[in-house]
């Protein structure tokens, strides 16, 4: 038996209920009509009505203020990431979803303690350590959280310890983005490790796709408010398609060369070199990327793409929808809404 043929009849077997119930689910994703409709609505208890009759419904349900929100849009990821693990899928994908909020609750807990204020309230309770867990002694933090809150915590002790030689003080903003190189760092490696554990080739693209559309924003944000490459380079991402050491090499040239360098990469392929350089247009651009490898995966008629790609669409969605639901309860207008909407779903229109 041909192994590309092994592989099709191991897929059917361990992925065959799981496409047919993500399938089934994704009339249910929300379409371009839905968002239209929840920007132009005049109030936010239209929004919620709007709502009423999708799967967000029930878990917004009485919602009144930007905490309800925030529950009610965790419950509705909860409920996606329950189904994951009902689906039999390898541990390592269920636990790829949910350890992303363990290293966003590490490094919220990092900053808090930096700045000296409390953080419990902001913490997501979708990850797979306990939050009395993450805000606890560092000691107590399982791996590889342990690891990377120590190795942060040294890399700021090192911090101090430099200036007082120099006879200097850190900035509190040197010490924030010390921490988010520590941590960023640590989370991509994760998540790499655990795409590969996984077998599935998708997850492991979309790792290195979401590695790269980081450096190139980086790289972007960076020469144009003219930082040296040497500021620049300890902050860039290992794990991409792009090699740090040709990112580097490119960020020597004229900002509008730079931008039509990365856009000449072929893991960044559909993106202009003028939506790199307008500052509206770069997030919504390099997310158009995303978009499309969801779709492709969403294409694959049978293995982990479907079921990854629908997942991702559902994070997708509710980022969109707490933009929206919170944004309206801010008092923003349509034109404002509209401004921050950016296609990253994979609902057909």
Known sequence: MRPPLLKAVKDSIRYGYAVGRVRALEARVLRDAAYERLVDAPTFAEQLRILSDTAYGQ???????????????????????????????????????RVRHDFANLRARLKADVLGASVERD?????????????????????????VAAEALDALAALDADAERRGTEVSTLAKLETVDRVVERAEYAELA???RASKSDFLGEYVALSVD?????????????????????PSLLDGGRVPRTRLAAAYALPLEELAERLASEHALRGVQAEDLLALDRLDVATDALAVRMMRAGRAVPLGAEPVVAYVLAREAEVRQLRVLLIG??????????????????????
């Open 193 to 195: 490790s655990l795409a």
């Open 123 to 147: 913490l997501s309770p979708l990850g797979t350590v306990p939050i009395e867990v993450v805000t606890g002694a560092v000691r107590e933090l399982p791996e590889p959280l342990r690891r």
């Open 213 to 233: 559309l980081a450096n190139v924003k980086r790289v972007i944000r960076a020469k144009r408010r003219g930082a040296a490459l040497a500021e620049v380079e």
């Open 59 to 97: 878990y917004l349900e009485g919602a009144q203020t930007a905490d309800d929100v925030e529950r009610g849009l965790e419950r509705a990821l909860e409920s996606v990431y329950g189904l994951v693990a009902e689906l039999g899928l390898p541990e390592s994908m269920t636990r790829f979803f």
């Open 328 to 349: 309206k309860l801010a008092g923003l207008g349509t034109e404002e809404l509209r401004a921050r909407l950016r296609k990253v779903y994979v609902g057909r229109g």
